[in-house]
């Protein structure tokens, strides 16, 4: 990996098309803008249309020639997820990014009854990748990128308790859904290659990178001094989102990267140039990945192609 990577090094992207969940903020804005910079069509996938809609005008006059646009989809409501996938307009699929999610919430559960982190960045995500998947097989190199997080580490998932229905803790509700994306991404990798697809299936992770993820929990509960600790930190420690889309920039568009690898920065994982990311060992279990998926497509109701049912 080329020491000091930056988004000037991305590569042409002219005539791809790209889809960003939870583009209208943060790193996900940065990654759409950067896409359209170099090229590519991009579809800002995000649950707010005024906030959608006012990121795609912010891109274009920082990008004129920019090919931006608005999609609803509210990666918490299965309902929303289909109707994004059926009228998804284009042939073909080159990239997908699954950015978008939440952060140390409050308990709540989205409009499926599932619990809000795990149902948002885990499952909503899983049924997202399966309904375009035919798309992105039948585009020439093609990736799936997961955006992941180094808090991943706190906790592995509990297949006994996937909602968090028995005990609730905020902080091990969201490592568990980032552990999820990691072994997804696992699983995605190993199917896709077993159905003979070149389709790259890779993750990353921005880091502690200066959005407003950090700050939505503190807000809903109106926990001030929370709050000010949590944007002090963004101030004083953390990098800019512009940095902090640079791992998953690189998933998406560097020459050579693996499939299921894991993406992030280069400085003690928070902060600088893109590198090889480590990662907890249990996102790497056959067993958790397959269990997992087959978990996924029980709840969310999504079954992938036949080729990557094995």
């Given at each position: ?25 943060g790193i996900g804005l940065v ?27 912010r891109i274009v006059r920082e ?206 994982g928070l902060r600088g140039a ?37």
């Amino acid at each position: 990996m080329t020491t000091g990577w930056k988004a000037s090094d991305i590569p042409d992207q002219s005539g791809r098309t790209a889809v960003v969940t939870g583009a209208n903020s943060g790193i996900g804005l940065v990654t759409a803008r950067e896409l359209a910079r170099r090229g590519a069509r991009v579809v800002l996938a995000c649950r707010s249309e005024a906030r959608g809609k006012e990121a795609v005008a912010r891109i274009v006059r920082e990008v004129p020639d920019a090919a931006a646009e608005f999609a609803p989809l509210d990666l918490g409501d299965l309902g929303s997820v289909r109707e994004f996938a059926s009228s998804y307009p284009y042939d073909r699929l080159d990239l997908l990014v699954n950015n978008a999610g939440v952060m140390a919430l409050p308990y709540g559960k989205t409009a499926d009854g599932f619990e809000t982190q795990f149902g948002v960045n885990h499952l909503g995500h899983f049924a997202l990748t399966g309904l375009l998947l035919p798309k992105l097989l039948r585009t020439p190199d093609a990736r799936v990128v997961t955006v992941s997080s180094g808090l991943h580490a706190l906790a592995n998932i509990d297949m006994g308790d996937l909602n968090s229905e028995r005990v609730y803790r905020r902080w091990i509700a969201y490592a568990r859904s980032k552990s999820a994306n990691l072994l997804f991404t696992h699983e995605l990798a190993r199917r896709l290659a077993a159905a003979g697809s070149d389709v790259v299936a890779a993750a990353a992770h921005p880091g502690y990178a200066a959005t407003n993820l950090q700050t939505a929990g503190v807000k809903m509960e109106g926990r001030k001094g929370a709050q000010r600790l949590v944007e002090f930190g963004n101030r004083i420690i953390a990098q800019p989102a512009e940095s902090g889309a640079l791992p998953t920039l690189y998933a998406a568009t560097a020459p050579g990267v693996r499939p299921d690898s894991f993406t992030g920065p280069r400085i003690q994982g928070l902060r600088g140039a893109p590198t090889r990311s480590w990662r907890a060992k249990w996102t790497l279990n056959d067993i958790a990945s397959e269990r997992l998926w087959v978990a996924s497509e029980q709840l969310t109701g999504v079954s992938y192609p036949g080729s990557l049912n094995s």
